[in-house]
């Protein structure tokens, strides 16, 4: 069964970066496209990015993009999220999920078809 563990969240100042982890075991990783999510306190959950089985292929929301970068490391069994230029707006819980089939990630929420789910990590970002 394939178990994710998120690292690398904190408190930040608006403007500032984060470097997100998520560490993945129970399966062969390849197999699965990884990628990342996050809900707000009041909010539903929503897709950040995600990366394909190979690191090639990788796709973000509109709300990130251009400031977010979403990689993996296979032989280190990671996928990563890098924030920079963060917003208040960014805070939430941030989750990272693993699924066999890339294209789940970009399906309309807040119920996404996940194979795993990691149980977060929390950015909280001041003005």
């Known amino acids: 069964q394939v178990h994710l563990v998120e690292s690398g969240g904190g408190l930040v100042q608006a403007g500032g970066s984060l470097r997100l982890s998520c560490a993945f075991s129970g399966g062969t990783v390849s197999d699965y496209a990884l990628g990342w999510f996050r809900q707000g306190v009041q909010d539903a959950r929503e897709f950040v990015a995600a990366?394909?089985?190979?690191?090639?292929?990788?796709g973000y929301s509109d709300s990130v993009r251009g400031r977010f970068t979403v990689s993996r490391d296979n032989a280190k069994n990671t996928v990563y999220l890098q924030l920079d230029d963060l917003k208040p707006e960014d805070t939430a819980t941030y989750f990272c999920?693993?699924?066999?089939?890339?294209?789940?990630?970009?399906?309309?929420?807040?119920?996404?078809?996940?194979?795993?789910w990691g149980k977060g990590t929390l950015v909280t970002v001041s003005s």
């Open positions: 999920a693993a699924s066999l089939a890339y294209y789940t990630f970009f399906t309309t929420g807040p119920h996404y078809d996940m194979q795993s």
């Open positions: 990366v394909a089985h190979d690191g090639d292929v990788r």
